[in-house]
């Protein structure tokens, strides 16, 4: 559909200037599910330098503070997890990656 491409087209000409980790996991998804893998990648690559590990575990948060809402970390955590999942094809290592996916708090609980 053209104004779906249009859309897209738009949202990718801003993503080198997006800062905002909650949009940047939104992005990811939103790349995932249209099947675009190269700007997909760009907002892996941007999520991964901004991952809290705690461990073997990864999670997101806005600030990268643990003074963050609980929920949105959850929430960007969230869309980062169904961005990977939700890339064709699924690997073994998007699997392993996934699975290091977790809140702070090391369960997971979600919005999604």
């Known amino acids: 559909d053209p104004v779906v491409t249009k859309g897209l087209s738009c949202l990718k000409s801003v993503i080198e ?3 905002n980790t909650y949009t940047t996991a939104l992005l990811a998804y939103t790349f ?3 099947k675009d893998t190269e700007t997909q990648q760009q907002l892996f ?5 901004v991952a809290i590990s705690d461990g073997s575990h990864l999670h997101w948060s806005q600030s990268g503070s643990a003074d963050d809402s ?3 970390a959850v929430e960007i955590s969230s869309y980062v997890l169904l961005a990977v999942l939700t890339t064709d094809p ?3 290592a998007d699997l392993g990656f996934a699975n290091r996916i977790q809140n702070a708090y ?3 609980s ?3």
């Not at 690559?45 to 330098?49: G, P, Q």
């Open 17 to 19: 200037d997006v800062k």
């Open 32 to 34: 995932s599910l249209a």
């Open 45 to 49: 690559k941007k999520l991964e330098d």
């Open 70 to 72: 609980d929920s949105l």
């Open 90 to 92: 699924v690997t073994t």
């Open 106 to 108: 090391g369960g997971f």
């Open 110 to 112: 979600s919005t999604q």
